[in-house]
């Protein structure tokens, strides 16, 4: 029987700041992904990312940005300070999302952006 492990990095999304709260009790160590990241940090988080809701000031596809929007770039610089050590080790991102808009931005990001999904994935359904 073969084996699967997906070495992703899980991303779950919660919609207020009661189900960031629950998210994080449950299961402690994780990175927070919001458009106004919680200062300080609340208990059981290790870093907080912010990205911006609207388009950045760079035209689309320019050098620096290569079209990618804002959920891209916010998961590739958790992912970076994850990994050059800038920030505590997490083994899960969650995503304070308070809008439909967002968590389909987000969705979209995860299965769309190549890059992205090699890192991370969405969390199953039910998942704390």
Known sequence: MPVFADGRIPVTVVADEAGLAASLAA????????EAPPSPLPAGAVVAGGFRAEPGPHPMA?????GRGPFAQALDALFLARVKGQSEWFSRVVALLPSM????ALADTLRQDAVVAS?????APGAA
């Open 119 to 123: 890192r991370f994935r969405a969390e």
């Open 27 to 34: 299961r402690p160590g994780a990175a927070i992904l919001a």
């Open 62 to 66: 320019c050098h620096c940005c290569a």
């Open 101 to 104: 808009e967002a968590r389909e």
